[in-house]
């Protein structure tokens, strides 16, 4: 029944760092059995040694690996959908997300930029530092009208978030047209 929800979509669980966006995502693509992939895996070691080193990305690094996260998205929507954690930022980047062809949904996690600065401080084995939150908070748009998704307030436990996830996501099956709106775990 879990997995009827989904179809070929790819669902892109969304937000700022330290939000919840992996375990979420790696949760609901479990109880959804499709596969589950984290965008930061596909980020360049350039990449990655820029954001290690503190540095925000910028559009030009960002390109390649839109490119490559898009083409994941593809593919998975041609086998059998599938759920991402991916930051997507900005409206215009989860544009490039969407694929000719793929059907995409977006998991918006919302959560307290003072709440998330406790978890990133708390995270270890992660090569986004700290100091980098608040420029993602400067650049997080959240959902906007005529985006498939909706959000979750992410400061509940994960399996709190997981739930309000499924059942938005079983809502948008049933009402693709249900505008996004945010829901509480």
């Known amino acids: ?4 929800v989904l179809g070929n979509r790819v669902v892109i669980v969304m937000g700022v760092s330290a ?29 990655r040694a820029k954001i290690t080193s503190g540095r925000p990305l910028d559009d ?6 839109l490119a490559a996260v898009a083409e994941w998205i593809r593919t998975t929507a041609d086998r059998s959908g599938g759920v991402m954690a991916c930051s997507a930022l900005r409206r215009e980047y989860r544009d490039r997300l969407r694929p000719r062809g793929a059907e995409v949904w977006f998991l918006h996690l919302s959560l307290d930029p003072a709440v998330a600065l406790e978890r ?6 992660h090569f986004m530092p700290p100091e980098l939150l608040d420029s993602q908070y400067q650049l997080l748009e959240p959902l906007q009208p005529g985006e ?14 997981v ?22 775990p």
């Open 148 to 161: 498939p998704g909706t959000t979750v307030d992410a400061s509940g436990s994960t399996e709190q978030t």
């Open 120 to 125: 990133i401080t708390a995270r270890r084995g």
């Open 19 to 47: 939000c919840g966006k992996t375990t979420v995502g790696r949760r609901l693509a479990e109880r959804l059995g499709v596969p589950f992939v984290d965008a930061d895996d596909l980020h360049s070691a350039a990449n």
């Open 60 to 65: 030009a690094d960002r390109r390649p690996w």
């Open 163 to 184: 739930r309000a996830a499924l059942r938005a996501l079983a809502q948008s099956f049933h009402d693709p047209a249900a505008p996004a709106h945010p829901l509480r």
């Open 1 to 4: 029944m879990v997995r009827e």
